[in-house]
């Protein structure tokens, strides 16, 4: 994929309309990295409106042998041409269906408390293509209440390592804590063909162990019809059980 065909989908998806504030966002994490030890995680301000990185960790350069420099000076390009072209597709719908289920399904004074994660490749300083696992929490938001400012951690491992492209969002709870309301694979697709886009919805939310009463009330359909979207899938896949079907794709073996 070309890179200004990237740049304008990265930009569709991002688009916004309002400039951040950025000052004392970059002002605490300078604070912070000076206390970070050493190790296989680096962080980013991101700046999705400029494709700029606001800010850049000293463990960036350990981890990638990359110099920051470079990074600073020519921001996401940079960045793109460096991702595994076998990756950058997924990749992009990634972010893509993030953003969409962000401003679709989670209230605008929730946004605050999202947390996102993804993965990719992306090419060292020797030309090995490592793993990235990367976790971003929106800093800032447009008028609209997109994200436009993010903190990104980015995890290296093992080049050795076959990982394949997901996504999942995150949502603090009552509890204060973490809790998945979103996770897709866009490595395998076993269910391109005969199973309808509710089918899928059913099956995504089947992941995330919601009963058919707790899916009826999240698709609005009633749960008998999430009951006979669940044997249609099972008849669809020749699987005898919802537990088998939920187990094959919590190991990432098939997904939609």
Same mark, same amino acid.
């Given at each position: 994929?070309?890179?200004?065909?990237?740049?304008?989908?990265?930009?569709?998806? #991002?688009?916004?309309?309002?400039?951040?504030?950025? &000052?004392?966002?970059?002002?605490? @994490?300078?604070?912070?990295?000076?206390?970070?030890?050493?190790?296989?995680? #680096?962080?980013?301000?991101?700046?999705?409106?400029?494709?700029? @990185?606001?800010?850049?960790? &000293?463990?960036?350069?350990?981890?990638?042998?990359?110099?920051?420099?470079?990074?600073?000076?020519?921001?996401?390009?940079? @960045?793109? /041409? /460096?991702? *595994?072209?076998?990756?950058?597709?997924?990749?992009?719908? !990634?972010? %893509?269906?993030?953003?969409? #289920?962000?401003?679709?399904?989670?209230?605008?004074? $929730?946004? $605050?408390?999202?947390?996102?994660?993804?993965?990719?490749?992306?090419?060292?300083?020797?030309?090995?293509?490592?793993?990235?696992?990367?976790?971003?929490?929106?800093?800032?938001?447009?008028?609209?209440?997109?994200?436009?400012?993010?903190?990104?951690?980015?995890?290296? +491992?093992?080049?050795?390592?076959?990982?394949?492209?997901?996504?999942?969002?995150? +949502?603090?709870? !009552?509890?204060?804590?973490?809790?998945?309301?979103?996770?897709? %694979?866009?490595?395998?697709?076993?269910?391109?063909?005969?199973?309808?886009?509710?089918?899928?919805?059913?099956?995504?939310?089947?992941?995330? %162990?919601?009963?058919? $009463?707790?899916?009826?009330?999240?698709?609005?359909?009633?749960? *008998?019809?999430?009951?006979?979207?669940? /044997?249609?899938?099972? $008849?669809?896949?020749?699987?005898?059980?919802?537990?088998?079907?939920?187990?094959?794709? &919590?190991? %990432?073996?098939?997904? +939609?």
């Amino acid at each position: 994929m070309r890179q200004a065909h990237i740049k304008d989908l990265y930009k569709f998806i #991002f688009k916004s309309y309002d400039k951040p504030f950025l &000052k004392e966002h970059i002002e605490k @994490f300078l604070e912070l990295d000076e206390y970070l030890p050493y190790s296989s995680t #680096f962080f980013c301000i991101t700046n999705t409106q400029d494709l700029t @990185f606001e800010y850049i960790s &000293k463990n960036y350069h350990t981890c990638l042998g990359l110099d920051p420099d470079d990074l600073k000076a020519q921001g996401m390009r940079y @960045f793109w /041409r /460096r991702i *595994h072209p076998d990756d950058i597709d997924a990749w992009l719908e !990634a972010l %893509n269906t993030l953003m969409e #289920f962000t401003l679709s399904e989670i209230p605008e004074v $929730k946004r $605050k408390d999202a947390n996102y994660t993804w993965n990719f490749r992306i090419k060292n300083a020797d030309g090995i293509y490592v793993n990235i696992i990367q976790n971003t929490t929106p800093l800032a938001f447009d008028s609209a209440g997109k994200p436009v400012i993010g903190l990104a951690h980015y995890t290296v +491992l093992d080049a050795n390592i076959k990982m394949e492209i997901t996504a999942s969002a995150k +949502l603090l709870n !009552a509890n204060n804590e973490y809790e998945t309301i979103y996770f897709n %694979n866009y490595s395998q697709k076993l269910l391109n063909e005969g199973i309808s886009n509710r089918e899928r919805d059913v099956v995504r939310l089947l992941v995330l %162990n919601q009963t058919s $009463k707790e899916i009826s009330e999240k698709l609005n359909i009633s749960s *008998h019809t999430v009951d006979t979207h669940r /044997r249609n899938i099972l $008849k669809k896949l020749n699987i005898s059980s919802t537990g088998e079907l939920i187990g094959m794709l &919590k190991t %990432n073996q098939h997904w +939609l």
